[in-house]
């Protein structure tokens, strides 16, 4: 039997953010090591390869995150019974996705790839079957209220890479090291989850392959997963253009630009995973109650966090990555306002997913990978890095203003409700800070106590 956790939200919502920002800042120095070493074209190359591998992964995925939480909580199936199915289906759609991924580098960027390392990209494309069962059983572990331990996973895989990429640099160096790096910390992190989802009673039954049983979740997941595709492209579409208009070393500037101004996303991508399995279990009344403060809370930090990056930015990355990335700044920039309407469309459209209305995240998706497409080919010739940036920007303003309209339908709540923090809203994160602090200091309290009593 599945063990759920029975922790508060404030609770879960604290942890989840250290771990987050552990995450993050220990994906940061693995993004240092490369930029330092490989410099702008090597960085390219590495971001194309990952880029490339993720959503490959994503696009095979066929919504079946979402699906998992969905029908593991709102229709209370056996956790389990849908491990096994996640299993089978990410072990076939992992040997589709390597054949992609063969093609595509072999006939499509196989002139963007140096010859030494074509093998080994390969060779990290065969890491996909364990790339998609890692996140279905991440997905099942949130569905179990384990958020906490959905981002120990993943501050396990970031460690994991950053070893990896040390080790590499270490052992081999140059770009095959890092490659042979990212191998190693996806192989490690695929069995760290394989083994934390064994001790929580998730991982109980052998992969199952029986495409009736497994019809309904890909049937679910089919529903949202349009918008995940379009989600996709839209996320970096414009990088695969800056490669073939300007070659790897725009990318790796981009790409730089990128990580600077997608921090301040910490705080979304928290509530995120916090706000599903709880959203999923209330009534919409119950939900609006929930999401309002939580909306409005999300658009001050993401507002704070951009004006911290303006100001501090351009120092950022000179110190981070070097002088040859000095050039990612002003992109960096021109990337901010889209940062703050692309936190606050994933969170809307967490909520809606959960809700039922998965369509909602596909159309506004298609809308601003349309955007985005049209102002990258009319932008980037023209501007190069800038109008990549520019385009982005325009494209999650677009998607984040229809979200807003579709919101509005389903809760009845007006974007000023959900956007311009409220005094109330500040007392109710410090109440919230106080309570998720509440068991710890319970907890160390106990223990020094307890060792008091020993001594």
């Known amino acids: 039997m599945a063990q759920r956790a029975q922790r508060s939200f404030a609770t879960d919502s604290l942890a989840s953010f250290v771990l987050m920002l552990l995450t993050n800042l220990v994906r940061l120095p693995t993004n240092i090591l490369i930029a330092r070493f490989l410099g702008p074209a090597g960085k390219g190359v590495v971001t194309l390869l990952q880029l490339l591998l993720g959503q490959t992964a994503l696009v095979l995925s066929l919504g079946l995150d979402a699906a998992l939480v969905h029908f593991a909580g709102r229709r209370s199936r056996p956790v389990p019974e849908l491990a096994g199915r996640a299993l089978g289906l990410g072990l076939v759609l992992g040997g589709v996705g390597f054949g992609v991924l063969v093609a595509l580098l072999v006939w499509v960027f196989g002139g963007l790839l140096p010859a030494e390392v074509r093998l080994v990209s390969l060779l990290l494309a065969a890491t996909l079957p364990l790339t998609l069962i890692a996140s279905f059983l ?175 930015g351009e120092q950022v990355i000179g110190w981070l990555f070097g002088g040859a990335f000095a050039a990612a700044f002003w992109p960096m920039v021109l990337l901010l306002p889209g940062s703050w309407a692309l936190g606050v469309w994933r969170t809307i459209m967490s909520d809606l997913v959960v809700r039922g209305h998965p369509l909602c995240k596909t159309w506004t998706a298609a809308v601003a990978v349309v955007v985005t497409i049209g102002l990258d080919l009319l932008l980037i010739p023209r501007w190069g890095v800038p109008g990549a940036a520019v385009a982005s920007s325009l494209a999650y303003s677009t998607a984040t203003g229809l979200g807003l309209w579709f919101y509005r339908r389903v809760t009845r709540l007006r974007p000023l409700e959900l956007l311009l923090p409220r005094r109330e809203d500040f007392d109710l994160a410090r109440s919230q800070l106080r309570a998720g602090l509440a068991p710890w200091r319970t907890e160390l309290a106990r223990r020094l106590q307890s060792g008091q009593d020993t001594a």
């Open 138 to 312: 991440r997905s099942l572990l949130r569905a179990c209220g384990r958020v906490v331990e959905e981002w120990s996973l993943m501050l396990v895989s970031a460690s994991a890479l950053l070893a990896g990429v040390g080790g590499g640099l270490l052992i081999e160096g140059g770009l095959a090291g890092v490659l042979w790096g990212l191998i190693g910390g996806s192989v490690l992190t695929a069995a760290v989850t394989a083994g934390l989802a064994w001790r929580m009673g998730i991982l109980r039954q052998k992969p199952e392959f029986d495409w009736n049983s497994s019809r309904e979740l890909v049937g679910y997941g089919a529903k949202l997963h349009g918008g995940n595709i379009l989600e996709a492209m839209n996320d970096r579409f414009d990088m695969y253009i800056l490669a073939f208009f300007l070659g790897p070393a725009a990318v790796g500037i981009y790409s730089i630009a990128v990580v600077v101004a997608e921090l301040v996303l910490l705080f979304p991508g928290v509530l995120g995973s916090v706000l599903m399995p709880r959203v999923a279990t209330r009534s919409d009344e119950g939900a609006n109650t929930l999401m309002a403060p939580v909306l409005r809370m999300t658009s001050f930090v993401l507002v704070a966090g951009a004006i911290a990056l303006g100001v501090a």
